[in-house]
């Protein structure tokens, strides 16, 4: 008579924590995936491994494109170029890199290689971008991306272990993907909901992890920068008190004014069609 056959049963909490080649969902994923450090301490914090996984997707969603990308992934940047070669592609970006401030905080402008493309050849340029063995990182603004293509993109980047970021709307947070990290990028509110473009709230869609219910605060640009983009909108709504204050003038038997153009020149507004270059970087201080 044979002897009864006993079933064993292992579930992950009678494991001890650290078994190489066992990651508990409950906890951060490190050591899983190499990765790059953010620059940013409490982003790196939440982050598994530390910063951006290399070789693998990372996507960046926000409402307006152009605002923060450069800020979020520039240390990264920085420190990937100073340790090792290779180029850095940027593919249909919504504004035109400007190379010396990336040159002033420390990313060599002859690293850089810029691609202009429509929606139809941007996301053709990233993925062939990412087979080249002489480039280091991607950058690609895929607004109408589907998830099929994400994954080319996940699988390309992961065979030369490169840096990839995907930047995509907001409205794109409800559809699937298959990056690795997914962030969600907002910019900082002060009282009173007026929203300012130095600083930037985090939100970690997904991560090798538990989810995190609260978003990280991080600065949104140089402290100078900053100082110029309030200044600058500050004028901009002193213009618009003026130019409020003469249209209240307005009225039957009252002959129309319009603010001179001395006025707006002495508030540092130029006329429509002469806009100054951080015109629309300054607008996002006054929305």
């Known amino acids: 008579?044979?002897?009864?056959?006993?079933?064993?049963?292992?579930?992950?909490?009678?494991?001890?924590?650290?078994?190489?080649?066992?990651?508990?969902?409950?906890?951060?994923?490190?050591?899983?995936?190499?990765?790059?450090?953010?620059g940013y301490g409490p982003l790196d914090a939440q982050l598994p491994g530390g910063g951006w996984p290399v070789g693998a997707l990372n996507e960046v969603l926000q409402p307006v494109a152009g605002l923060?990308?450069?800020?979020?992934?520039?240390?990264?940047?920085?420190?990937?170029?100073?340790?090792?070669?290779?180029?850095?592609?940027?593919?249909?970006?919504?504004?035109?890199?400007?190379?010396?401030?990336?040159?002033?905080?420390?990313?060599?402008?002859d690293r850089l290689c810029v691609v202009r493309a429509d929606a139809a050849?941007?996301?053709?340029?990233?993925?062939?971008?990412?087979?080249?063995?002489?480039?280091?990182?991607?950058?690609?603004?895929?607004?109408?991306?589907?998830?099929?293509?994400?994954?080319?993109?996940?699988?390309?980047?992961?065979?030369?272990?490169?840096?990839?970021?995907?930047?995509?709307?907001?409205?794109?947070?409800?559809?699937?993907?298959?990056?690795?990290?997914?962030?969600?990028?907002?910019?900082?509110?002060?009282p009173g909901g007026v929203s300012t473009f130095p600083g930037m709230q985090v939100h970690i869609l997904k991560r090798r992890g538990p989810p995190l219910a609260q978003g990280l605060d991080l600065p949104g640009c140089h402290s100078r920068l900053a100082q110029v983009l309030a200044a600058q909108a500050e004028r901009r709504r002193s213009a618009q008190v003026v130019a409020s204050t003469f249209a209240a003038a307005k009225a039957p038997g009252v002959l129309a004014m319009r603010p001179p153009l001395g006025a707006l020149g002495a508030l540092g507004i130029r006329p429509e069609g002469r806009g100054h270059a951080l015109d629309r970087a300054a607008m996002a201080l006054v929305r």
């Open 68 to 109: 923060h990308e450069w800020q979020l992934v520039l240390p990264a940047l920085v420190q990937a170029t100073a340790r090792r070669s290779g180029a850095v592609v940027v593919v249909a970006p919504p504004c035109e890199p400007f190379g010396p401030a990336l040159q002033a905080q420390g990313l060599a402008a």
């Open 121 to 190: 050849t941007a996301l053709w340029a990233a993925e062939q971008a990412l087979r080249c063995r002489e480039v280091l990182a991607v950058m690609a603004w895929l607004p109408q991306v589907q998830p099929a293509a994400l994954r080319r993109l996940q699988l390309a980047a992961a065979q030369q272990r490169q840096l990839l970021w995907v930047f995509r709307p907001a409205s794109a947070a409800h559809q699937a993907s298959p990056a690795l990290l997914r962030l969600q990028v907002l910019g900082m509110a002060m």
């Open 1 to 38: 008579m044979s002897a009864p056959r006993h079933s064993l049963r292992v579930v992950a909490s009678d494991l001890p924590f650290a078994v190489p080649g066992v990651w508990h969902a409950d906890a951060l994923g490190a050591g899983q995936q190499s990765a790059q450090s953010t």
